[in-house]
């Protein structure tokens, strides 16, 4: 097997990065601003600022992609926000 060259090592690097994936979470008519804002910020480690940011987001368009990384990073986060009743998905 013949050895890759720098090219094309770097090609499979960037291939590599666009594996990243979204978790997106959608509005409800359920969960408060508060209970969304304390869940972004201790399951995805958001500041205060960030989480009611992306909860102004989610509110106003419907949606919004709080976290990005690899699904094996993001599916933990999502089934934990999905537990405390908040609709999430990973794109």
Not at 49 to 61: F, G, N, S, V, W
Not at 67 to 82: D, Q, S, V
């Given at each position: 097997m013949q050895a890759l060259t720098d090219t094309e090592v770097e090609i499979l690097e960037k291939t590599v990065e666009l594996d990243i994936m979204k978790l997106v979470i959608y509005n409800d008519e359920v969960n408060t601003f508060d209970w969304v804002i304390d869940t972004?910020?201790?399951?995805?480690?958001?500041?205060?600022?960030?989480?009611?940011?992306?909860?102004?987001?989610?509110?106003?368009?419907?949606?919004?992609?709080?976290?990005?990384?690899?699904?094996?990073?993001?599916?933990?986060?999502?089934?934990?926000?999905?537990?405390?009743?908040i609709s999430a998905e990973i794109h």
């Open positions: 972004l910020m201790e399951v995805c480690n958001h500041t205060s600022e960030q989480a009611e940011q992306c909860t102004l987001i989610i509110h106003y368009k419907g949606k919004c992609a709080v976290k990005e990384g690899t699904f094996e990073e993001l599916a933990g986060m999502r089934n934990e926000i999905c537990r405390r009743g």
